[in-house]
């Protein structure tokens, strides 16, 4: 596989590469360390760009909101096999 260019890498960050050609994406990444140099900065970039300007305070208030609220699916108690030891006929 040829290296993909910069498009390419940003539509696999955004996640809207298909399934397949991501999985490919990803494999070249974990195989040329160019591509990968190049997915990390354009990573920190984006990071850069998309980070909100608010203060952190806020953000962190505005994170444990979030948290607070309760989760939406319940766990469900791990099932325990009960261990049955064969009943030995108690012989004298
Ligand atoms: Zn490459």
Redesign the pocket.
């Known amino acids: 596989m040829s290296?993909?260019s910069a498009e390419e890498l940003s539509a696999l960050y955004d996640g809207v590469v298909p399934r397949d050609a991501a999985r490919a994406l990803r494999e070249?990444l974990s195989t040329?360390p160019?591509?990968a140099q190049e997915f990390a900065t354009l990573h920190r970039l984006l990071k850069v760009a998309a980070r909100p300007a608010v203060p952190a305070g806020l953000a962190q208030r505005a994170r444990g909101l979030t948290r607070s609220s309760p989760p939406g699916k319940s766990i469900r108690p791990e099932q325990r096999l009960s261990r049955q030891k064969p009943r030995s006929l108690s012989r004298r």
Do not use: V
């Open positions: 290296c993909p070249h040329c160019r591509c």
